[in-house]
């Protein structure tokens, strides 16, 4: 079992930035990927970018250039920093972490942008 707590989500102006973190309750070098999910009202819950054990990550179309997800292996923390925000990204965040054999999530933490 993994758990996964998220911090970092709030309020902020299009434009703005944000740094999500997820952090494991065991070594997330055990983790085969780490992932952000997002869903915002009447939608599904949608990848945000992943990223593996040997470092490759993924992007969404939408948040490429703007979003990077990164992990700090000594803090058992995953990050996502969000750049460059925009009203259509607000939504609930959610980690997600996959050991190989099962699926862990977060609780999520909200996003809102807005002026």
């Known amino acids: 079992q993994v758990q996964l707590v998220e911090s970092g989500g709030g309020l902020v102006q299009p434009g703005g930035s944000l740094r999500l973190s997820c952090a494991a309750s065991?070594?997330?070098?055990?983790?085969?990927?780490m992932a952000w999910y997002r869903q915002a009202p009447g939608k599904e819950r949608d990848m945000v970018a992943i990223?593996?054990?040997?470092?490759?990550?993924n992007y969404a179309d939408s948040v490429k250039g703007r979003f990077t997800i990164s992990r700090d292996a000594a803090k058992n923390t995953w990050y996502l920093q969000m750049n460059s925000l925009k009203p259509e990204d607000a939504a609930v965040y959610y980690c997600?972490?996959?050991?190989?054999?099962?699926?862990?999530w977060g609780q999520g933490t909200q996003v809102t942008v807005s002026s």
């Open positions: 997600n972490a996959n050991t190989g054999y099962s699926i862990h």
């Open positions: 990223i593996t054990s040997n470092g490759y990550t």
């Open positions: 065991r070594s997330i070098s055990s983790l085969s990927a």
